[in-house]
C-alpha cells in the first residue's frame, strides 16, 4: 500500500466531472461481488426444495424453505452491521473488504466440492454469510467517501454504483441457477456437475473482485487504512487486535453454521440483535451534539421503513421464486424462451442497469433546477411503485394460458418487476446515500451495517409472509396455488400503499430532524 499516500482525500473530492475515477474500480468490484451473492441468492429456495438432501433423506418443504430462505438472507444481512463496526473500529474498510471475499470464496469452494448433503451445504453458506458482512457495508463507506459533505453529485455516483451492483445481480442470478438446472452450457457440462459447476463460478469471480479491489485502493489514497495506522503510514503496535477479529471469525463458523440451519434461532438471534443496536446507537449519540443525533434519528425513520419495503421486495427470492418455477410460462414476447426463475432473479437487475444511469441524471438535472423532490417523498413514492409492482403480481391470476391450469404470463410478471424497479431505484440507492449523509464521520461504518441491519429484518420478515403463503398453498393444484400466492400479492400491494402515503404526509417532520441535508 505504499501508493495510498500519494492522493490526499482533498485531491479525490476535488475531482471534476459527474463521476470520480475511483468510483469506477469500486463499481467492478463490487459488481463481481454481486454475481457471487445474486448467485447464490437466486437459487437458494429453488436448490432446497429440489436438490438439498435433509439428514432425513427428503427435501425441504416449500413453507420451510421459505422460512430457511429469510434467516440465511437475515444473517446475511445482520452481520454486515457487525462487519461495519468491526472496520470502524479495527481493521478499516480495505481490510475488512478483503477478508470477507476471502471468507466468500472458502464458502464457495466448499459448495463446488459437493453441496447436494445438508452439512456442506449449509457450511458453505455460514463462510458466505460472514464474509458478506465484512465486504457489503464498506465497500459502500468507501463510495461515499469520494464525496464532499453537501456535494449534489453523491446521488448520482451512488445510483451509479446500484447499476454495478445491479449487472452483478443479473449475470450471477441468470447465469447461477440457469447452470445448475442445466441450461445453460449443458453440452460441456455433465449433468451431475451442474451445481457443482454454479457454486464454484461464484467463487471464480469473487476472486476476480477481490483482484480489482487491490488494484482500485492504489488510488483511494486515506480511505479506508485501519484506524490504527498512524499518520505517516506506520502501525500503532495494536496489529493483535486484527488478528484476534481474524481467528474470532472462524471460532465462530460452527455457531453460525448452527444459527443458519435452525429457523428459530433465526427468531432468538432477530429479537437481541435489534434492541442490542438501538441501545448501542443510543449510547452512542451522547457523544454527539443534539443537532448530530436530531440527523440521527432521521436516518431510524429511513431503516424503519426500509424494513417494511424489504420485507416486500424480497419475495423475489422466497414465494416468487416459487411462484416462477409452477405457476409461469416459458416465453417472453412470445419469442424468447427463457428459464422463468432466471427472468425472476435478472429482470429487476435488466431494468435497474437501463434506468439507474438515467434517474441519477434526472435527480441532477432537477436539483439545478431546484425542483429536485426531496428524500423523503422518494422513499414515499417508491412504496407507491411497490404497491402497483404487486397490484400486477396479483393481476396475474387473470392471464392463465389456459383457463384453469394455473400457468399464467411471464410477460405479465416481468411487467411487475419493471415497476417495482422505479420503486427500489427511489429508495435503495438513495438510502445508501443518505446513510452517509446523516452519519458523524466516526458512525459511518455503523450507520451503513444497521443500513443493511434493517434490510436483514426485511428478509426476515418476507421468510415469514412467504411461507405463510406457501403452507396455505401446500399440497394444492398449480390452480389453487395461483389464486393463494396472488390473493398474498395483493394484500401487500395495500400495506405498500399505507406505507407510502405515510411517509408522504410525515415528510415536513423528517425534514426537520434533517435540517441541512437535502
Known amino acids: 500500500m505504499k501508493g495510498s499516500n500519494q492522493v490526499t482525500l482533498e485531491q ?13 474500480g469500486l463499481f467492478f468490484s463490487e459488481m463481481w461481488e454481486r454475481f457471487c451473492f445474486y448467485g447464490m441468492r437466486g437459487v437458494l429456495t429453488y436448490f432446497m426444495i429440489t436438490h438439498l438432501i435433509l439428514e432425513n433423506g427428503g427435501h425441504m418443504q416449500e413453507g420451510q424453505a421459505n422460512l430457511q430462505y429469510g434467516a440465511t438472507q437475515a444473517f446475511v444481512y ?45 457450511l458453505g453458506i455460514s463462510f458466505t454469510v460472514i464474509g458478506t458482512g465484512f465486504f457489503k457495508p464498506n465497500i459502500s463507506t468507501m463510495v461515499g467517501s469520494l464525496y464532499k459533505k453537501g456535494d449534489a453529485r453523491r446521488d448520482a455516483g451512488f445510483s451509479l454504483f446500484y447499476s454495478g451492483i445491479n449487472i452483478g445481480a443479473l449475470l450471477g442470478g441468470y447465469a447461477c441457477i440457469a447452470i445448475g438446472k442445466g441450461q445453460l452450457f449443458s453440452s460441456f457440462i455433465p449433468a451431475d456437475k451442474t451445481w457443482n459447476v454454479a457454486f464454484g463460478l461464484a467463487g471464480i469471480v469473487m476472486t476476480i473482485s477481490l483482484f480489482t479491489f487491490i488494484f482500485t485502493q492504489k488510488t483511494l489514497g486515506p480511505i479506508g487504512l485501519s484506524p490504527f495506522k498512524n499518520a505517516d503510514g506506520t502501525d500503532s503496535g495494536k496489529k493483535w487486535y486484527e488478528y484476534a477479529v481474524y481467528l474470532g471469525t472462524l471460532a465462530l463458523i460452527p455457531v453460525i453454521m448452527t444459527m443458519v440451519a435452525k429457523t428459530q434461532y433465526t427468531d432468538w438471534f432477530m429479537y437481541i440483535i435489534g434492541p442490542c443496536t438501538l441501545v448501542y446507537l443510543v449510547y452512542e449519540m451522547t457523544k454527539h451534539t443534539w443537532e448530530e443525533s436530531k440527523k440521527l434519528i432521521a436516518a431510524l425513520v429511513f431503516i424503519i421503513f426500509s424494513i417494511i419495503f424489504w420485507a416486500f421486495f424480497e419475495q423475489s427470492g422466497g414465494s416468487l421464486s416459487i411462484f416462477a418455477a409452477q405457476n409461469l410460462d416459458n416465453q417472453v414476447l412470445g419469442s424468447f424462451t427463457l428459464d422463468p426463475n432466471g427472468v425472476n432473479n435478472a429482470a429487476n437487475s435488466v431494468f435497474v442497469i437501463i434506468f439507474a444511469p438515467i434517474l441519477g441524471l434526472v435527480w441532477i438535472a432537477m436539483a439545478k433546477k431546484k425542483i429536485e423532490p426531496n428524500t423523503v417523498i422518494k422513499f414515499g413514492l417508491g412504496f407507491l411503485f411497490l404497491a402497483g409492482a404487486f397490484y400486477i403480481f396479483y393481476a396475474t391470476r387473470f392471464f392463465e394460458l389456459v383457463i384453469g391450469s394455473g400457468v399464467t404470463s411471464l410477460d405479465v410478471f416481468v411487467l411487475a418487476y419493471f415497476v417495482m424497479t422505479f420503486g427500489e431505484l427511489c429508495l435503495s440507492p438513495i438510502g445508501l446515500s443518505i446513510m452517509t449523509k446523516l452519519s458523524p464521520q466516526k458512525l459511518q461504518g455503523v450507520m451503513m451495517g444497521m443500513w443493511f441491519l434493517a434490510s436483514a429484518y426485511g428478509q426476515y420478515v418476507a421468510g415469514i409472509l412467504g411461507a405463510g403463503m406457501s403452507n396455505a398453498g401446500e399440497g394444492d393444484t398449480l390452480q389453487q396455488k395461483l389464486i393463494t400466492y396472488t390473493d398474498g400479492y395483493y394484500q401487500l400491494a395495500i400495506y405498500a400503499l399505507i406505507a407510502g402515503i405515510v411517509l408522504i404526509v410525515i415528510s415536513p417532520v423528517v425534514r426537520k430532524l434533517m435540517q441541512d441535508v437535502k
Open 12 to 24: 479525490i473530492q476535488n475531482f471534476e466531472g459527474k463521476y470520480p475515477k475511483q468510483l469506477w
Open 78 to 122: 445482520a452481520f454486515t452491521f457487525i462487519g461495519g463496526l468491526f472496520a470502524d473500529k479495527i481493521l478499516g474498510f480495505r481490510k475488512s473488504l478483503f477478508w470477507g471475499g476471502f471468507l466468500m470464496i472458502i464458502g464457495s469452494a466448499i459448495l463446488a466440492f459437493d453441496p447436494f448433503p445438508e452439512k456442506n451445504f449449509f
